[in-house]
């Protein structure tokens, strides 16, 4: 810091524990999510409601409800006794969880369209039991049986590569898309063939990178700004539009997409990723139930940047530099 900068004090730190405790708390929320709805857990909403559950299911309740406490309460303490530690650093922070979110996300999207895409034109052609067997042909035409044996594992592999491949892989992702439909037109006009596969994989693949691009492009500054005015403003106006924006306008976005997605077993986000859902053209990708879970993929990764986006107006608003990360692309 420089020596006109102000010493950071109880509100700075209150400041980053806001923060950092809005991204703890999505997190926790998508964990008691999964909980909930495929485990059966009570979920904290019943120690509210006028029937608390009692034995077993009471225990698991109140282990839920601490599940956001804790983290709030450790990253609170953390920041008061860390005051001195720039908001740049907890926004660095935010940036790399979503570099690496969307990296798995990336990593996943790119292994499930390759092996999907070819069990899919195995089945189509006849040729799965062949390969695989008649009794494993059988299953691999199950959605169920394709999500939990063939594409969970592969985003447990795409989790582990994105601990290694932190880069965003847009213009790769961009190129798969390209390639896919270049795919399609070679297929159709020159061999006269054409599946619902090889559509299916285009679509999937342009869905991750609408979404996922986006937490991306907002740091980049490639979003469409309607800027009449905030050209014209100086560091200081900007940065108190960007802190002010990315809370009430940003932050409040993504959590009602995960409160109104994730609401219950027929949400719009759970029901498809609980029952596997698949397209309706039978010898399609079964990936329909994934482009559902996109949406969630969007939301924490948005929110993860819009509260970096705060922490580095704060870092403004306060004298000190904001992170790299802000000016430049991950």
């Known amino acids: 810091m420089n020596e006109d900068e102000r010493r950071p004090g109880i509100a700075d730190a209150l400041y980053r524990a806001f923060a950092l405790s809005l991204a703890a708390t999505t997190f926790v929320f998508l964990f008691n999510n999964y909980l909930v709805y495929w485990f059966g857990w009570p979920g904290v909403a019943r120690i509210m409601g006028g029937a608390p559950p009692g034995g077993a299911a009471a225990l698991l309740a109140w282990l839920q409800s601490a599940g956001y406490v804790i983290p709030v309460a450790a990253i609170t303490v953390f920041a008061l006794r860390n005051r001195e530690r720039p908001f740049a ?18 990593w996943s999207t790119f292994f499930i369209g390759i092996v999907d895409g070819v069990i899919s034109f195995l089945r189509v052609e006849g040729l799965l039991p062949a390969v695989f067997g008649k009794a494993l042909a059988r299953q691999l035409g199950v959605s169920s ?33 390209v390639v896919a439909e270049f795919q399609i037109v070679i297929a159709r006009f020159i061999f006269s063939y054409e599946q619902a596969f090889m559509g299916d994989l285009v679509r999937f693949w342009y869905a991750a990178l609408f979404l996922f691009a986006s937490a991306h492009t907002l740091v980049a500054g490639g979003h469409v700004r309607v800027d009449v005015l905030y050209t014209h403003f100086s560091d200081r106006r900007k940065a108190l539009v960007n802190a002010w924006g990315s809370i009430l306008l940003g932050v409040p976005l993504c959590w009602t997409i995960l409160a109104v997605g994730m609401s219950g077993k027929a949400s719009v986000i759970n029901s498809p990723l609980l029952y596997y859902e698949t397209s309706q053209s039978g010898y399609g990708l079964y990936v329909k139930y994934l482009m559902a879970g996109f949406l969630a993929v969007y939301a924490v990764s948005m929110m993860t940047q819009f509260l970096a986006y705060y922490l580095d107006a704060m870092a403004v608003l306060r004298g000190q530099s904001p992170s790299r990360s802000a000016h430049e692309p991950a």
Do not use: E, K, N, Q
């Open 145 to 177: 049986f394709r999500g939990l044996y063939v594409h969970l594992p592969l985003m447990l592999a795409a989790a582990v590569v994105a601990c290694f491949r932190r880069g965003l892989d847009f213009i790769w992702l961009a190129l798969l898309v």
């Open 89 to 106: 650093s907890d926004a660095a922070l935010l940036y790399s969880v979503t570099a690496y979110v969307i990296s798995a996300a990336f």
